[in-house]
């Protein structure tokens, strides 16, 4: 058992696809010799060669698109974005045709594709290396979400992913890449999908959150036990489906729920959330729901990302509002 | 069978490596201040490189994307346009866009992570650095779609990596620049490189030139580490589109001397013998060493150059270190010219929650 950073344990799930599985594909921009600029696909290339682990022309619409072409053919594609905010050209291949291929075709044609891509920011980038634009693909029906937060979440999950029949959009937390360490068995076990995860049990607030927000939350959550206030900390992970049911069974010990995404609030998943739980659990909430989101404008240019991104004090706040009912 | 169709692509180079005239040169270069301006242009972009790279590794500048090895190609589509001709950049064309009056302080602004650096007081209507590979070509097109429109003699150029002629944004830019007969230029900047990419991977054609001549727009290549041979392929071109004969694709053909960005490591991917061998065309010295054999240049020139442009990059310098940090509620500043409502409350929350020093 070894101790990975995030990113370590991405390359250690996807060399142990690629061992397992001749049908397994990797393309992306720059993943081959440089490894991804990341470093994801670090040594991959020399190892499988230059058309198991490809550099694509520098197109994110053709990287989308071939991925289907070769899914249908009955290979197992896993394709890096390189960064969130070049994706939009992507989306019109996922949305009109990588979503709905098994659809339109009553199942006789499928998409097994992996779509990778970090999110979110924090990271001093230039502009558009920073987003956090995972609503644009929960709207459309037929693709997963997926967005771990831990070493050993990351590589059970891209496992997952890349042995599920269907595409799955698999967003990589940039901050968290290399923040921290953990054990990880490369042992070539999957995870479910399509579940949330308690990383800390409480008794008083539900805080949900996902990716690298995690870590505040968990950091606020931390706080707050001094001030004797017990948080429960739901990393939601699948961000589509949602797991409803671990939210509404937190909701229903705990009575309060705060939300902490780093996207914008307008339209956000949050949203999504909180209404199933109006709608869901309404009597079960002892104060309203808070959101802490990044604010509806544009991701700032970094020497602002940390004014936009949620900070610790807003979260406790968030939490002891909802206390004060 | 006929054939129905044929295309050539010309090469042009002025000056070789050496900096000997390969025939006639144009009306431009006969003036010795002209060329000189060009010179100095070109040393101030490879001089201030060096300091924005170090301000980086020092702590006192976000990543930044150099240019050294490619300021003859800056500089010479630069000289050749006119201030009313409209420029889209991509990200490291810095000659041009300080031929243009763009300043030093405002390409540092910019890579400090603060949008001000965009708000170009020179050229207003020259578009700002564009980070997402090949989206600025379809805006260049628009703009000369406007041009034609208003019968105004003026025109676009966009610039566009080659590894950026892939996205199918180029090539939807370039096939109505052909269709409309819009007045375009389309620099290709083949610098060898897309970060880790050579450009042989990025398409099976012989040149980058060639991608215009399926939308009908012709297409040739040019010395890229010739600043005349570029400003007179670039001054054709720019006078065609005047005259309404429609657009033109023009690949330079340089070498990035430098790393992609300061986040990158060439060394990862780049065969240390070709970085080498291309250090040897690189542009500073063949012009240099033409103004020298006119007379026009000289050591103590070049120590005086040299020196008035260290002062000029030191005083950008000071002037971005000590300009107004933004304060957290400029990221609700210009999202609109009418505001909403509801975004007042979001930014007197921000400013409730300013970020931790750093
Ligand atoms: C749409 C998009 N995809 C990916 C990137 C990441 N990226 C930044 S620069 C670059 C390579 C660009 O190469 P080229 O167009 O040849 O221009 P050069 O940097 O060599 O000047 C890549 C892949 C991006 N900025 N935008």
Redesign the interface.
């Known amino acids: 058992m070894a101790r990975v950073t995030l990113v370590e344990s991405i390359n250690l799930a996807l060399n142990r696809a690629l061992a397992d599985d001749p049908d397994v594909v990797l393309i992306g ?2 993943i ?4 991804g ?1 990341f470093r994801a696909t670090q040594g991959l290339q020399q190892r499988y060669g230059e058309w198991r682990v490809q ?1 694509t ?3 994110e ?2 990287i989308a698109g071939m991925s289907i072409g070769m899914a249908a053919q009955g290979l197992r594609v896993v394709a890096e974005i390189q960064f969130m ?2 994706m ?2 992507a989306l019109d291949q996922i949305a009109n045709h990588m979503a709905r291929l098994r659809n339109r075709t009553r199942g006789r044609l499928t998409c097994p594709v992996v779509i990778r891509m970090p999110h979110g920011g924090g990271i ?6 920073s987003e956090s634009l995972e609503v644009l693909f929960c709207h459309h029906a037929g693709l997963r979400v997926v967005c771990p937060s831990t070493p050993a979440a990351a590589y059970g999950l891209l496992l997952a992913a890349i042995r599920d029949p269907d595409p799955v959009i698999f967003l990589e937390p940039t901050r968290l890449y290399r923040m921290a360490r953990q054990e990880v068995l490369d042992n070539g076990n999957a995870l479910p999908l399509d579940r949330a995860q308690i990383l800390r049990e409480g008794d008083d607030v539900t805080l949900v959150t996902w990716g690298a927000m995690t870590h505040e939350s968990l950091q606020a959550a931390q706080q707050l036990a001094q001030r004797k206030i017990s948080c429960e900390v739901i990393d939601l992970t699948s961000l589509s489906p949602i797991d409803h049911d671990c939210i509404l069974d937190s909701v229903a010990h705990t009575g309060r729920l705060v939300i902490v995404h780093e996207a914008a ?1 307008n339209a956000g998943l949050g949203a999504e959330i909180a209404a199933t739980v109006a709608e869901r659990a309404l009597y079960d909430l002892l104060a309203p729901v808070e959101r802490v989101t990044g ?4 991701m ?9 991104i949620p ?1 610790v ?2 979260i406790v706040d968030a939490v002891l509002r909802t206390l004060e009912t | 069978m006929k054939t129905v169709a044929q295309f050539a692509i010309g090469y042009e180079q002025l000056l070789d490596a050496g900096g000997r005239p390969t025939g006639e040169l144009p009306a431009f270069a006969q003036d010795a201040g002209e060329l000189t301006r060009m010179y100095r242009m070109m040393v101030l972009c490879r001089m201030f490189d060096a300091k924005a790279i170090n301000l980086q590794r020092t702590g006192q500048l ?2 930044y994307a150099p240019c050294t090895g490619q300021e003859a190609t800056h500089v010479g589509v630069g000289a050749a346009m006119r201030p009313e001709d409209v420029l889209f950049p991509v ?1 490291r064309e810095y000659g041009t866009q300080l031929w243009r009056g763009v300043t030093l302080t405002e390409i540092l602004t ?6 001000t650096g965009t708000n170009f007081a020179g050229p207003r209507q020259d578009f700002p ?1 564009c ?4 989206s600025q070509a379809p805006h260049a097109a628009g703009a000369a779609m406007a041009f034609r429109i208003r019968g105004e003699p003026r025109c676009a150029v966009a610039y566009i990596g080659e ?2 002629t ?4 180029f090539y939807e830019a370039v096939n109505l620049a052909g269709a409309r007969r819009l007045p375009t230029v389309f620099v290709i900047v083949n610098n060898g490189w ?4 050579p450009a042989s ?3 099976g054609a012989e040149t980058f030139a060639q991608k215009g001549i399926a939308g009908g727009v012709p297409g040739m290549q040019v010395d890229g580490n010739d600043v005349i041979g570029v400003r007179a392929v670039m001054e054709a071109a720019l006078a065609r589109a005047r005259a309404g004969e429609g657009p033109t694709v023009i690949e330079a053909l340089t070498y990035r001397l430098s790393d992609h960005t300061t ?2 490591d060439a060394s ?2 780049r065969p240390a013998d070709e970085l080498a061998a291309a250090w040897q065309r690189e542009p500073l010295p063949r012009l240099r060493a033409y103004l020298a054999a006119q007379g026009h240049w000289d050591d103590t020139r070049e120590q005086q150059l040299r020196a008035a442009c260290a002062a000029e990059i030191d005083a950008a310098v000071k002037g971005y270190q000590s300009r107004p ?2 304060a ?1 509620g ?3 500043e210009h ?1 609109f010219a009418h505001p909403p409502a ?2 007042a409350e ?2 007197e ?2 400013t409730r ?4 020093a ?1």
């Open positions: 921009e720059d081959g010799v440089n490894g600029v550099d022309p520098l197109a619409g053709l905010g070049f939009y050209p001093h980038a230039p502009e558009h290396h609030r604010y509806d404008t544009v700032p240019y970094f020497g602002l990302e940390k004014a936009y900070g004090d807003r | 976000g990543t990200y910019y890579w400090a992570g603060d949008e650095w980070v997402p590979i090949g590894g950026g892939s996205q199918g944004a897309a970060i880790s990419v991977a990025q398409t986040a990158d990862r991917y940090r933004p957290v400029a990221m609700f999202l509801a975004l979001q930014r929350q921000a929650y300013p970020p931790p750093h």
